[in-house]
């Protein structure tokens, strides 16, 4: 991958079940972390049909990490969120991420501690994937530790979408907010 390319990000549920994708530019590429960016307006495809999101997001994913982190900003530019997904390790190959999303996730708004949240989504898929008790004990215990990072996080402010103007990324704030 690289910066400017544009990737298909997947996400699953515990039964292989690809139930939301969509596309995304690269923001940045390290060894241990991609950077993806979506402006506002971008489409969310999911098993039902999908959406168009309200949020420009810059998304970081760790190859080695339990979770995936999103700077969740509105059309404006203003940080709206920070959200980190409880999920496997990322798999990345050619202009693909995949991930398996647990349904525990943390957020955090501007102003106010993190917070566990989804905790009803993680018991229904507990029971209907059969998640033992240890590892419902881990994601618990990732959970934990994303509530730190999410606590500790400096957003890299609104998403500049490489290859496209300023301009271009205007009208597509201008179309969403109205």
């Given at each position: 991958?690289?910066s ?7 996400a699953?549920?515990?039964?292989g079940?690809r139930y939301?994708w969509?596309?995304?530019t ?10 993806l ?8 495809e999911?098993?039902g049909?999908?959406?168009n ?6 998304a ?10 999103l700077?969740v900003?509105t059309?404006?530019?203003r ?10 390790p990322?798999?990345i ?14 957020s ?7 917070r566990?949240?989804d905790e ?8 209907r ?10 994601c ?11 606590n500790?996080?400096?957003a890299?402010?609104?998403p ?10 205007s009208d ?7």
């Amino acid at each position: 991958m690289q910066s400017g390319e544009r990737v298909q990000v997947q996400a699953h549920k515990s039964d292989g079940t690809r139930y939301r994708w969509w596309q995304a530019t690269v923001e940045a590429v390290a060894s241990d972390q991609v950077v993806l960016v979506t402006p506002a307006g971008h489409r969310v495809e999911d098993i039902g049909g999908g959406w168009n999101s309200r949020w420009a997001i810059r998304a970081h994913y760790w190859p080695g990490r339990r979770y995936s982190l999103l700077e969740v900003y509105t059309p404006d530019g203003r940080l709206d969120e920070v959200y980190i997904n409880i999920n496997s390790p990322v798999e990345i190959e050619d202009s693909c991420i995949r991930f398996t999303d647990f349904e525990l996730d943390v957020s955090r708004k501007p102003s106010h501690p993190a917070r566990l949240v989804d905790e009803d989504e993680f018991r229904e898929a507990v029971a209907r994937y059969g998640y033992s008790e240890e590892f419902q004990q881990a994601c618990y215990q990732i959970a934990r530790e994303a509530m730190e990072v999410a606590n500790r996080w400096i957003a890299g402010g609104m998403p500049k979408i490489p290859g496209q103007s300023a301009t271009e990324q205007s009208d597509q704030r201008e179309e969403v907010s109205v």
